[in-house]
């Protein structure tokens, strides 16, 4: 069965970076885009940016930009999203999420169970 | 700001039919799918409706969606006690996703 799983909470510093991994199982790996979706304390969902891991190419939110690096290991079946310069406000719940690799699809039918990253000094 | 407005609310009694509107611009909704999200408490989202009005194995036809220029809308019938979650849209927006402030329902 297809699962995407996480690595765990993390509490980081301001203007520390953190790096998130999503390791995917029970599907082709490279078959799928993987999005990151993060969720704010009572917020609503923002979408970060997604890669191809087949090719690497990746699409960052342009709020995101030169903070937001996507990457995977396809030798493991791993993405992994890295936030530099953290700040307060980057506290929430960071998801990985797989969509099909269609250029607009958004149907995100597998998602990961969430971590944590709590910035505060 | 979220580029695809929800209402921030939304309620009715079990047996009610509710529906939820999302409204865009012709660069999202005017050109592409929307996708609808139901998120419950302390969990994370489930994809509930696809390429606007299509539903995924598992999930009940109380639950459909319409699309209709730059607007769609999530109808729920006969809404159930379970059916209390927070509801977004989605759909690509010039090479970037956007997804719908939300709405939360509440079933009386």
């Known amino acids: 069965q297809v699962q995407l799983v996480q690595s765990g909470a993390e509490v980081k510093k301001p203007g520390a970076s953190v790096k998130v991994s999503c390791k995917a199982s029970?599907?082709?790996?490279?078959?799928?885009?993987m999005h990151w979706v993060r969720q704010a304390p009572g917020q609503g969902l923002e979408w970060m940016g997604r890669?191809?891991?087949?090719?690497?190419?990746?699409n960052y939110a342009q709020k995101f930009q030169g903070r937001v690096t996507m990457t995977r290991d396809t030798s493991i079946s791993t993405a992994y999203m890295e936030l530099s310069r953290l700040r307060s406000d980057d506290t929430a719940v960071y998801y990985c999420?797989?969509?099909?690799?269609?250029?607009?699809?958004?149907?995100?039918?597998?998602w990961g169970q969430g971590t944590l990253v709590t910035v505060s000094s | 700001q979220s580029v695809l407005t929800q209402p921030p609310s939304a309620s009715g009694t079990p047996g009610q039919r509710v529906t939820i509107s999302c409204s865009g611009s012709?660069?999202?909704?005017?050109?592409?799918?929307v996708y609808w999200y139901q998120q419950l408490p302390g969990t994370a989202p489930k994809l509930l409706i696809y390429?606007?009005?299509q539903r995924p194995s598992g999930v009940p036809d109380r639950f459909s969606g319409s699309k209709s220029g730059t607007s769609a809308s999530l109808a729920i019938s006969g809404l159930r006690s379970e059916d209390e979650a927070d509801y977004y849209c989605?759909?690509?927006?010039?090479?970037?996703?956007?997804f719908g402030g939300g709405t939360k329902l509440t079933v009386l």
């Open positions: 029970g599907y082709t790996f490279t078959g799928y885009y």
């Open positions: 989605a759909a690509w927006d010039d090479s970037l996703s956007a």
């Open positions: 999420a797989r969509a099909p690799l269609a250029a607009a699809a958004l149907l995100f039918d597998y």
């Open positions: 890669i191809n891991p087949n090719s690497g190419g990746t």
């Open positions: 012709s660069s999202n909704i005017g050109s592409n799918y």
């Open positions: 390429r606007n009005n």
